[in-house]
């Protein structure tokens, strides 16, 4: 064979159903193209094949075994009939009908090993993120490495376990580093290359715009990590990325301020990385209360006119719709009912403090808890309910705080929040009127209280979570009515998605250590 | 498995057995063979290869355990399993220590002189229909991209002369018709009695239930060829093999 015939032979192949940023922009339909299924962090699925008057006949279809894994909190990726699961530093590719392997792809020489949630597709290209900040493109069909670079220094500290969002031509990638003391960033990769195109740092520097916020505080420990990921506004060309707590999480006494631009969302643009604006959920944090929670972009009519919004369920206990134009806060409403450390949000935005809630040395018990109200596990939103599904967690911790010298990537965060033993937390289902935040209906979901599954819904009217007992439940989409569930053995850490394969629907979620795939026992 | 090498560990690091003082050095990787040979050549083979014992030159797990863990694996033996322990003085167990650690060492690491651009040229020639680096190349034999790091120098040398010998998982050739007549060539990406994972040379997967084959045939030998020892000149294996074990994207651990 030429080396001519070899070029014309791959081009030939690559052409073959590549993922392009237009497919995208359609997703979700029948794949599933982003960590939360679409750019608007939707997570809502148009398939209807399974539906409130077959879901009793849902059975499992398949079950891949991740071997090796102990914690998967993967979010699949589905496109041409492959589904793209992670581990730490790892990427498999499988029969997404069948559950057979295709091919892995094991990062060797990474020295840590975080939780990774996925990855992100494009072109002809899978992307991971290491644990040990490096993005690494692999062939899509074969599972080639194609290269692999460094966008942060892993010996400073950084880490990272997102699934990376692709658009157009470059891949956003964000880091984790809120406990430990790393500055914090946002930062658009070439898709081509893996070269930074931008950065956007979000702890500002010695006298940029908000640095006037941290009492003095060395900036380069600031946190406000970026470690969840976030949605993109094509209209608006805006990219939404939400931030997480100042360091140290628990004494805020050397960081006087509010801390810009911790627990906040960034919109910015996504050719130049330039900030259009910024919203702060909880300023001066010192409960650990990230903001990295999913923000979601719905469009819809708010007091007669349409209006783009952003819904965010924030880990501090308030349900948030602003103005995804201009930042402008709209309206908050308290959506867990142990809640104390606010009286209310106040016009601007602002919580309205109780005194006396913030961590001490010895200890003061505040609501929510340090895992939040509700955290990363994936909301979804049904434009068609007009109904925000999300799951929470009932609890309250005794807050402690230290004002010792605080020294970075050493374990320190100012000390923590921790789980009374006589008051244990419990999750629930919920719907919330995405407008108005107010609770529609609610599921108890009874069980340790350590799983972090999130949400998927669908135009068959439903809404698949996982629940506190390792079950994926189905719920009708406007009642909650409990329609279908299967155990599945094992504690839940991921979201569940929902993809068509030759006709046939699937709705797939990741156990701690395997991949569980539902469809109907028979099909049309 | 975490908490079962704790223990060990701690006891290590009181016996001062944490670090290999020979850990690279060429004379005591040679001492470490003629020790090995005699000691646990039996059952992994007088190279390591491989016998009753699993192979020291193939398997993950040498490259990942730390020097500590080989040696209170040679030492103390591995419970449950037949490797018996070896309670000798810690000079001995770290010359066999530095020799295994050898037998599995990334090619990269042999630094291997040779002309570097003359083997990228045989590459392209050679390999590259069916492999690939970087994303150029085929995609019927494993990526290459990583060769260097990923295989021991023994193995890359093996996987060109004698292709036969292993046969790559996931790159079993093999030959589907299909109901309806079409053939299909590539390798089995995956296959059991229910469905075939079918990957052409064009780089066209076919994920298929066995129920829409009418025959499949797995032919059992490498499409590679089996006489690059004789097609190349001394020098021109060199310079292949030079240029292939400098593959390597990032270092290793």
Known sequence: MTKTTLVALLVLASLRAQVRYEDILKSPRENWLTYAGDYASQRHSPLKQINTANIASLVPKWVYHFDGARHLEVSPIVHDGIMYITDSNEVRAVDAARGRLIWRYRVEGVKNARVNRGVAILGDRVYLLTSDVHIVALHRVTGALLWQRAFASADKGYSTSLAPLALKNQVMVGVAGGGSGQRGFVAALSASTGEELWRFWTVPGPGEPGSETWGGFNHEFGGAPTWTTGSFDPELNLIYWPTGNPWPDFYGGRRKGDNLYSDSVLALDAGTGKLKWHFQFTPHDVWDWDANETLVLADANWKGAPRKLMLQANRNGFYYVLDRVTGEFLHARQFVDRLDWAKGIDAKGRPVLVPGKEPTPAGVKTCPSVRGASNWMSPSYNPETGLFYLVTLEQCDIYSGSAKEPVPSSGFRGTAGEQIPAEPGRMYMRALDALTGERKWEAPMPGPATMWAGTVSTAGGIVFAGDDDGSLVAYEARSGKDLWHFPMGNTLFASPVTYMVDGIQFVAIATATDIFAFGLLTHP | ?253
């Open chain 2, 1 to 253: 498995m975490r908490f079962l090498y704790l223990p060990v560990l701690i006891a290590a690091t009181l016996l001062g057995q944490t670090k290999n003082p020979f850990a690279g050095k060429p004379e005591a990787i040679e001492n470490g063979r003629k020790l090995f040979a005699e000691v646990c050549g039996a059952c992994h083979g007088p190279n390591g290869e491989g016998g009753r014992g699993p192979s020291l030159t193939t398997g993950r797990e040498v490259r990942r355990a730390t020097d500590a863990q080989l040696f209170q694996s040679i030492r103390n033996g591995i419970r449950g399993t037949e490797m018996p322990p070896y309670p000798q003085a810690p000079e001995k167990i770290w010359l066999l220590v530095t020799f295994v650690r050898s037998l599995s060492a990334p090619a990269v690491e042999a630094r291997l002189s040779g002309d570097h651009e003359a083997g990228r040229r045989i590459f392209e020639t050679n390999c590259a229909s069916c492999h690939s680096i970087a994303g150029q190349g085929g995609s019927l034999g494993p990526d290459l991209t990583e060769a260097g790091a990923r295989l021991s120098l023994a193995l890359l040398k093996e996987a060109i002369v004698a292709p036969n010998l292993r046969l790559a998982d996931g790159y079993v050739p093999v030959q589907a018709v299909l109901q309806d007549g079409q053939t299909l060539t590539g390798v089995a990406r995956n296959y059991n009695n229910y469905s075939l994972q079918l990957l052409e040379a064009t780089g066209k997967l076919h994920l298929l239930d066995t129920r829409q084959l009418a025959r499949v045939e797995f032919p059992g030998k490498s499409p590679m060829p089996a006489d690059f020892a004789k097609r190349f000149t001394k020098v021109q294996m060199q310079d292949l093999i030079a240029f292939l074990s400098h593959q390597a994207t990032r270092k290793i651990q």
